[in-house]
Nanobody, 112 residues
Framework: QVQLVESGGGLVQPGGSLRLSCVAS????????MAWHRQAPGKERELVAS???????NYVDSVKGRFTISRDNAKNTVYLQMNSLKPEDTAVYYC??????WGKGTLVTVSS
């Protein structure tokens, strides 16, 4: 069983930055494919970014060049650095491990 706990969400102005963190329990964190997803009000959940065991990464087109996913296997933590935030980035952001284990989410609101 893996437990994921996200943090770092909040209210930020357009153009601002936030860094989300997701801490995982368990001793085999390094073997998981970790990902960040988001769900905006009235919309389906979408995959934002993923990072594989050897740190290859993928991003949805809408965040390329603005968001960076990274992982620290020693700390069982995956991060999402979000820069140049836009109002359309407003959503609940979820962390997943192997698309099987999920956190409860952290709310990001981009508004002036």
């Amino acid at each position: 069983q893996v437990q994921l706990v996200e943090s770092g969400g909040g209210l930020v102005q357009p153009g601002g930055s936030l860094r989300l963190s997701c801490v995982a329990s368990g001793s085999i964190f390094s073997s998981y494919v970790m990902a960040w997803h988001r769900q905006a009000p009235g919309k389906e959940r979408e995959l934002v970014a993923s990072i594989f065991r050897y740190e290859n990464t993928n991003y949805v087109d809408s965040v390329k060049g603005r968001f960076t996913i990274s992982r620290d296997n020693a700390k069982n933590t995956v991060y999402l650095q979000m820069n140049s935030l836009k109002p359309e980035d407003t959503a609940v952001y979820y962390c997943s491990a192997d698309n099987y284990y999920w956190g409860k989410g952290t709310l990001v609101t981009v508004s002036s």
